[in-house]
C-alpha cells in the first residue's frame, strides 16, 4: 500500500542543534531536574522496573526517559547519554523470544501483558526507540521493534487497548508506521488498522464537539492530557489513508478548545478535566508538552503554519511559565491570572498543591513528563519538505543539518534570537551549489514580513502561512527575514484583554515572595506569596512602549532579566476581588473612581510567576482589536486557506 503523502518528514534526532537562548535553557534544564532526578526521586531511582528494580514500573520511566535521551543527545552530553543508555540496554535485553518486553517480561516469564490490556505505558517507550535510532542509527532498534509490534499483533484483538492506551493509542499507531515506512510488512499496516478502530475517534469527537462546559466528572474524553495526546490522531489516522475529514476536525477541534476553555498563553484550561475560560482555572503542565508535540505532528503531516503559530505561543509561554528558571522546581496547574502559589482549596479536581511549585506537587506525572518540552521543539524546528527542501517550523536560533536538492550536504545556521528579536538570520554552508525550495513559516500575527537574500529583497507569496523561496543556492548564500512584532491586545471572556507582541504574551509581574514549603537535598517545595499590588486594569486607549535590551540574558524568562518589556498605563481596580483564594473574574465594569493612572511594565508572560495576563479593560473599547480573539485565530472558515487567515488577521 502507498501511504498519502504528508506536507513535512521530520529530520531524525540530531540533525538540528539549539542555539543562543535556546541552548541555554537546554543547558539549565540538564543542569535542573532533567539531568539529576535519578538521584532525588526514587520513582526513576535505582528502583525504577524499567532498569530492573522492583519499583514504579509503569510509565513514569518511560516518560522521564522521553526527555533524559533527546536532551542528551541534542547536547551531546556523555553523563546524560550514559544514563539515557542504561535504560535503552535494559529495554533491549529484556525482550522475550516472543516479542514482549519491559518489567512484566522480566519478573513473569508466563504472564502475558498485565491483566489490565494497559499497553500505554509502552507506548511510551516505543517513542523513546525510535528517538535512539535515529539519534544512533543502532541495527538492533527496527527488529526489536518488528518482534515487539508481531506480539502486539497476536494479542491486541483479545486484550484491545482500553482507558488511557485507548486515548492515546495514536502513540503506538505512530511507532507501527514509523516501522512501517522502513520495513512495510503487511502484518504491521493491519496492525494500524486494528489499533485505529480501537482508540477513541477523536475525529469524531473534535468535528462535532460536545465538551461547552467546565467539566465536574471523570471522563477519558475530557481528561486535558488526553484530549492534548488526542489532538495528533486525526493526523496520524490521515497518514494511513484518511481523507480531509481529518483535517477539518482538527481546526474545528482546536476551534471549540479555544472558544469554550481557551486561555491567553494559547492553551486550553484542564485542571484535570477541560475547566473553561476562566483566567484563575489551571492548566497541567503534562498537557501543555503533549500538546506541543501534537501540534508538532499536526504541521508535519498537514503543513499549515497555523500549527506552527500556537506551537510558538505554547511553547514560549506556557511551558517555561510552569518551571522555575533554574529548573529545580515546577507546577502542576498553571493560572493565567497567577497571585499567589500556595496549598489552598481551589474549584479545580486537583489537589490543594497543584499550583505551588516544587518536586512533584500534586502528582507526579509532570516531574516525569515536562522534560520533552524543549527537547522535541528543537528536534522539530525544521523539517524537510519531501522533495529536498527545507520548512521552517519555528525561528528559535538552531543549527540544521540536512540532505538537500540532488543529494547535497547543507548546514543552515538560524541566528538572531527570535522570539525576543524581530530579524531572523540564516546562512548556508553547502558542499555544492543546487536548486531546492526553502519554505518560510509568517505568523498570522505579523503583517509585513519582509526578506533579504544577499541584500536583495525577495517579493513572498504566502499560503497557508509558507512562502516558499525556490532558487539555485550556493555556499555563503545569507538570508535576513523581518518580521515586525506589532503590540496587539486580544479580546477575552467579559471584554478583559491580554496583550502580545508576536509570539510571546505580556503579564504584569507580582513582587514574589518565595517561601520554603518542604526542604530536600536538592529539589524543594516553595510557596509564593504577593509582594505588590495586583488589581490593575489596563486603559481602553492606553499605547504601549516597547524597550528591547540589546542582548538576550543566559536565562530569558526571568522577570529581572526580561529581554524585552512593554510600558503601557493602568490603574487600580477597587471592585476586583479574591474568589477561592484566586483572582476572581476581571469585572466587566472595573470602578477605578479616585485612581491614578499609572505606567504598568509588563513582561513576557512566563517570566513572571505570579502575574495578571488578562486585565479589566477600562474605558472605551472601540480601540481593542476584537479580529483577534481566541475564537477568530483558529477559525476554520479562514484556517482552510492561508489567504483568507492572513487577511482576517490584518484586520487589527
Not at 100 to 123: C, L, Q
Not at 193 to 222: C, G, S, Y
Not at 343 to 368: K, M, Q, Y
Not at 626 to 648: D, F, I, P, V
Request: aromatic share 12%; hydrophobic share 40%; net charge negative.
Amino acid at each position: 500500500m502507498t501511504l498519502p503523502v504528508t506536507a513535512f518528514e521530520a529530520l531524525p534526532l540530531g540533525r538540528i542543534k539549539p542555539e543562543g537562548w535556546l541552548k541555554h535553557q537546554l543547558r539549565i534544564q540538564a543542569d535542573g531536574f532533567t539531568g539529576h532526578l535519578e538521584e532525588h526521586w526514587p520513582d526513576v531511582g535505582p528502583d525504577n522496573g524499567w532498569i530492573g528494580g522492583g519499583g514504579e514500573s509503569w510509565e513514569r520511566g518511560p516518560y522521564y526517559l522521553d526527555g533524559l535521551l533527546p536532551l542528551a543527545y541534542l547536547l551531546e552530553d556523555e553523563t546524560l547519554i550514559g544514563k539515557a543508555r542504561k535504560w535503552i540496554e535494559w529495554s533491549l535485553a529484556s525482550q522475550r523470544e516472543d516479542g514482549f518486553f519491559g518489567p512484566a517480561a522480566i519478573r513473569t516469564v508466563n504472564r502475558e501483558i498485565n491483566k489490565s490490556n494497559d499497553w500505554w505505558h509502552y507506548m511510551i517507550m516505543l517513542k523513546v526507540m525510535i528517538q535512539y535510532e535515529e539519534a544512533t542509527g543502532d541495527e538492533r532498534v527496527q527488529p526489536f521493534l518488528a518482534k515487539f509490534f508481531s506480539y502486539v499483533h497476536r494479542h491486541i484483538e483479545e486484550q484491545p487497548l482500553e482507558q488511557w492506551a485507548k486515548a492515546r493509542g495514536a502513540d503506538m499507531m505512530y511507532c507501527v508506521l514509523w516501522l512501517y515506512k522502513r520495513n512495510p510488512e503487511p502484518f504491521l499496516l493491519e496492525l494500524i488498522r486494528i489499533l485505529a478502530k480501537q482508540t477513541t475517534n477523536w475525529t469524531d469527537i473534535f468535528h462535532d464537539f460536545p465538551f461547552w462546559r467546565k467539566v465536574e466528572h471523570m471522563d477519558m474524553r475530557t481528561h486535558v492530557v488526553n484530549v492534548a495526546m488526542g489532538l495528533k490522531t486525526p493526523a496520524i489516522r490521515y497518514e494511513f489513508g484518511g481523507s480531509e475529514t481529518e483535517l477539518r476536525a482538527v481546526y474545528r477541534g482546536i476551534q471549540s478548545l479555544m472558544t469554550y476553555h481557551g486561555q491567553a498563553h494559547g492553551m486550553f484550561s484542564g485542571d484535570e478535566w477541560l475547566s473553561g475560560t476562566h483566567p484563575s482555572q489551571g492548566v497541567e503542565l503534562c498537557a501543555v508538552v503533549e500538546y506541543m508535540y501534537s501540534l508538532e505532528h499536526l504541521i508535519r503531516v498537514f503543513g499549515d503554519g497555523m500549527f506552527g503559530d500556537i506551537l510558538e505561543k505554547v511553547a514560549f509561554n506556557a511551558l517555561p511559565a510552569a518551571i522555575s528558571a533554574d529548573w529545580t522546581s515546577h507546577q502542576y496547574d498553571q493560572q493565567v491570572n497567577q497571585i499567589v502559589c500556595n496549598i489552598a482549596p481551589r474549584n479545580w479536581s486537583n489537589h490543594s498543591d497543584a499550583n505551588v511549585f516544587g518536586l512533584e506537587p500534586n502528582f507526579g506525572c509532570c516531574t516525569a513528563n515536562m522534560h520533552q518540552g524543549w527537547p522535541k521543539l528543537v528536534s522539530h524546528l525544521w523539517m524537510s519538505d519531501g522533495a529536498g527542501g527545507l520548512s521552517a517550523v519555528s525561528y528559535a536560533p538552531c543549527t540544521v543539518t540536512a540532505r538537500v536538492g540532488r543529494d547535497t550536504e547543507a548546514k543552515l545556521k538560524v541566528g538572531g534570537e527570535y522570539p525576543f528579536t524581530e530579524q531572523v538570520s540564516m546562512e548556508f554552508e553547502l558542499s555544492q551549489s543546487d536548486v531546492f525550495a526553502l519554505h518560510l513559516r509568517i505568523p498570522a500575527w505579523c503583517d509585513s514580513p519582509s526578506l533579504q537574500i544577499n541584500g536583495q529583497s525577495v517579493q513572498l507569496e504566502i499560503k497557508k502561512g509558507y512562502a516558499a523561496v525556490s532558487r539555485e543556492w550556493h555556499h555563503g548564500d545569507k538570508l535576513l527575514l523581518e518580521l515586525p512584532m506589532k503590540v496587539r491586545t486580544e479580546s477575552r471572556n467579559l471584554y478583559a484583554v491580554s496583550v502580545e507582541r508576536g509570539p510571546l504574551v505580556y503579564a504584569l509581574p507580582i513582587q514574589e515572595n518565595w517561601q520554603l514549603l518542604l526542604k530536600r537535598e536538592r529539589f524543594h517545595d516553595w510557596e509564593i506569596y504577593p509582594g505588590s499590588p495586583w488589581k490593575y486594569g489596563l486603559l481602553a486607549d492606553s499605547s504601549f512602549q516597547v524597550i528591547s535590551r540589546k542582548d538576550v540574558p543566559h536565562q530569558p524568562f526571568a522577570a529581572q532579566h526580561a529581554p524585552v518589556r512593554l510600558v503601557a498605563s493602568g490603574q487600580l481596580v477597587r471592585n476586583w476581588q479574591m474568589e477561592g483564594n484566586n483572582a476572581g473574574t476581571p469585572p466587566l465594569n472595573p470602578d477605578v473612581q479616585g485612581q491614578p493612572v499609572v505606567a504598568l511594565e509588563l513582561v513576557p508572560y512566563a517570566s513572571a510567576k505570579l502575574r495578571i495576563a488578562e486585565f479589566p479593560l477600562i474605558g472605551s473599547r472601540a480601540g481593542v482589536t476584537e479580529t483577534l480573539n481566541s475564537e477568530a485565530l483558529y477559525s476554520n472558515s479562514y484556517a482552510t486557506t492561508g489567504g483568507a487567515r492572513r487577511e482576517h488577521a490584518r484586520k487589527g
